[in-house]
């Protein structure tokens, strides 16, 4: 970035060597002008394209720890399933005095682990939606979810933002090379031009920086694909 910066402000100190005149003068200052909004500019896009990276790989890594909580809820809930089987199984099996002892251990064993993995269950013999361990399994990966989804929102918002503010670098590199040209051709028509697409360029870069600080990424439609 400084060796981006130093080079637009040669621009200026360049412009200085000519300036004898008042026309010189006027066009010189425009270029000082120009180059130091460049110099802010070049800064913000740096910023934003780091910062994009930055959310990408969060939500990269948010993700993979989702995907890690969906593997490990999965495995605890073919374990319950599996339990639930052995459960009804035993309940299938004929009875007796030589057995009793031996199946009532089972079915507490059984009963135990169940009521750890989705609650107790009550009197109806139903256990409750979103208790025991697997609904905390299942609510820690959608929180990773979500944690994921956000910050590839927030990803997408500041690029959307950041591609505004490197079109206003451009018109403004551009407006350098045209008060450039107007100071070697003295022709007043190439400052015009230089001016407007200084103005633009700020334009571009101011809607892009209130685009990336003030809007709700949430509501950041102008994400790339």
Same mark, same amino acid.
């Given at each position: 970035?400084?060796?981006?910066?130093?080079?637009?402000?040669?621009? /200026?100190?360049? /412009?200085?060597?000519? @300036?004898?005149?008042?026309?010189?003068?006027? +066009?010189?200052?425009?270029?000082?002008?120009?180059?130091?909004?460049? @110099?802010? +500019?070049?800064?913000?896009?740096?910023?934003?394209?780091?910062?994009?990276?930055?959310?990408?790989?969060? $939500?990269?890594?948010?993700?993979?720890?989702?995907?890690?909580?969906?593997?490990?809820?999965?495995?605890?809930?073919?374990?319950?399933? #599996?339990?639930? %089987?052995?459960? %009804?199984?035993?309940?299938?099996?004929?009875?007796?005095?030589?057995? @009793?002892?031996?199946?009532?251990?089972?079915?507490?064993?059984?009963? #135990?682990?169940?009521?750890?993995?989705?609650? !107790?269950?009550?009197?109806?013999?139903?256990? !409750? &939606?979103?208790?025991?361990?697997? /609904?905390?399994?299942?609510?820690?990966?959608?929180?990773?979810?979500?944690?994921?989804?956000? /910050?590839?929102? &927030?990803?997408?918002? =500041?690029? $959307?933002?950041?591609?505004?503010? #490197?079109?206003?670098?451009?018109?403004? #590199?551009?407006?350098? =090379?045209?008060?450039?040209? @107007?100071?070697?051709?003295?022709?007043?028509?190439?400052?015009?031009?230089?001016?407007?697409?200084?103005?633009?360029? %700020?334009?571009?870069?101011?809607?892009?920086?209130?685009?990336?600080?003030?809007?709700?990424?949430?509501?950041?439609?102008?994400?790339?694909?």
């Amino acid at each position: 970035m400084g060796h981006g910066t130093e080079h637009h402000l040669e621009h /200026a100190e360049h /412009a200085q060597h000519h @300036a004898h005149d008042p026309y010189d003068r006027k +066009v010189a200052m425009s270029m000082a002008t120009i180059a130091a909004v460049l @110099a802010g +500019v070049t800064m913000l896009s740096h910023r934003g394209h780091t910062e994009t990276l930055r959310l990408a790989t969060e $939500a990269t890594q948010f993700h993979t720890k989702e995907s890690d909580a969906w593997n490990y809820y999965q495995a605890k809930n073919i374990i319950s399933y #599996d339990y639930k %089987a052995h459960l %009804a199984t035993i309940n299938l099996l004929p009875t007796s005095a030589e057995t @009793a002892k031996a199946r009532k251990k089972a079915v507490g064993s059984l009963t #135990d682990v169940l009521d750890k993995y989705e609650g !107790p269950a009550g009197a109806d013999g139903k256990r !409750p &939606k979103g208790k025991g361990q697997l /609904a905390k399994l299942q609510q820690e990966a959608l929180d990773l979810k979500a944690k994921g989804e956000a /910050a590839t929102a &927030k990803s997408h918002h =500041v690029h $959307a933002s950041v591609d505004w503010i #490197d079109y206003g670098h451009l018109a403004l #590199d551009l407006a350098l =090379v045209m008060c450039t040209v @107007a100071l070697l051709t003295k022709q007043r028509s190439f400052w015009y031009i230089g001016t407007f697409a200084a103005i633009v360029g %700020a334009a571009l870069a101011g809607f892009g920086i209130y685009q990336w600080f003030l809007m709700d990424p949430t509501a950041q439609h102008l994400t790339h694909h």
